[in-house]
């Protein structure tokens, strides 16, 4: 008789023989442990919200009917959102949990399994990294097309990109992550123009870049807009939209999942976009620190800081020290108390790089002085 332990194991294996090698293969998303450190290493914004407005955010939340199901459409909140994010009028929105489910929407409505069609997913290297991933998960092929080493757009390579894989999905981060960088208008325009699928400006960091295609949507029948409230100070509550033509978002919305957005989310999100006003100052506050970051790194000549429209800084550790790597300078900045984000890359253009983010000035010092620290060393 086979033991327990033998009969689990043939259980098992019986199991995962039918998880496909590639989901295998994937590491899942890490996200690091912060506990009793700043942390800069997840472009959160770093400010909570103002007393008076969390006490009246209570009394909404008290009168949330948890034992009823959501609003399936989240109409009122998609119209709050419509106005606050500026959605031209003609134009329709979808939500979903967080950008990372519209992102896997988008990627389920292209995916065919047809042996007859061979449909790809494309973006830009180094980038979000969710957009290859969700590509694996669904099960359709990605194409990364590399950067140029100060990370604006390679465009000679972008074209024959497009004419080789014929992309149905253009995924451009508008801010890019993690470079922090918005790419030329002119450029992003031809990729829309010459693209023969949909173009996703995934827009996550716009409070902090004040650029955007939102209003160029009349201009593009292909092109969609993302955004997030992630970003503005809501991350705990997981909420995207993704905007574009009536006739493509209602096909998308097909396959968002019923009740996809929680009555707290709704509640929250529509009291909180009804007094923006405060998150539009906590972004003025962090736009600001990220110029006085910028230059107390641009200080440091141990350091290449690359420039940012976002609420994250990229900066390269550079080896004049052979004894000193980016690793390094990672641990002991984490050993002074503060964790942001080590890109873990040996070659490329992300190597010997780390990625902190915006926080506030208070905890920008403290950041400031363990870099320093760490780079004399």
């Not at 070659?347 to 780390?354: F, S, V, W």
Request: net charge negative; with cysteine.
């Amino acid at each position: 008789m086979l033991s327990n332990l033998s009969s689990e194991k043939i259980v098992s294996e019986k199991s995962l023989r039918w998880i496909r090698p590639v989901i295998k293969s994937i590491s899942a998303y890490q996200v690091a442990d912060a506990s009793g450190l700043i942390k800069l290493d997840a472009m959160e914004n770093p400010y909570q919200l103002s007393e008076g407005l969390k006490a009246e955010l209570q009394i909404k939340l008290s009168e949330a009917q948890l034992n009823r199901y959501p609003d399936p459409s989240a109409s009122s909140l998609r119209k709050k959102l419509m106005q606050v994010m500026q959605v031209p009028e003609d134009k329709s929105i979808v939500l979903g949990n967080g950008s990372d489910e519209l992102i896997q929407m988008l990627a389920m409505a292209v995916a065919d399994h047809d042996d007859t069609k061979d449909v790809c997913l494309m973006s830009f290297e180094p980038g979000f990294v969710m957009y290859k991933m969700i590509a694996d998960f669904v099960g359709i092929r990605y194409a990364g097309v590399p950067l140029n080493q100060d990370f604006t757009l390679d465009m000679e390579r972008t074209r024959q990109a497009i004419k080789q894989h014929q992309p149905a999905i253009i995924f451009i981060a508008y801010p890019n992550n993690p470079s922090a960088n918005c790419y030329d208008e002119k450029d992003i325009e031809e990729i829309i123009s010459s693209s023969p699928g949909m173009v996703v400006l995934d827009e996550a960091y716009y409070p902090f870049a004040q650029t955007s295609f939102m209003q160029r949507l009349t201009e593009y029948d292909n092109l969609l807009v993302m955004r997030t409230v992630s970003k503005m100070g809501l991350a705990g509550i997981r909420l995207g939209l993704l905007c574009g033509q009536p006739e493509i978002i209602n096909e998308i919305d097909k396959i968002r999942l019923p009740y996809n957005i929680n009555v707290l989310t709704q509640i929250s999100a529509e009291f909180i976009l009804d007094n923006v006003d405060e998150l539009n100052q906590q972004a003025k506050k962090i736009r600001d620190e990220r110029e006085r970051l910028l230059d107390a790194m641009n200080a440091i000549p141990e350091l290449k800081v690359f420039p940012s429209q976002a609420n994250f800084i990229l900066f390269r550790v550079l080896n004049s020290d052979e004894n000193r790597s980016a690793n390094d300078v990672f641990d002991s900045i984490k050993q002074s108390g503060v964790l942001i984000k080590n890109m873990k890359a040996d070659t490329g253009l992300l190597k010997n790089c780390l990625r902190v983010t915006v926080g506030t000035p208070e905890e920008n010092k403290v950041f400031v002085a363990a870099l320093l620290k760490a780079v004399n060393n």
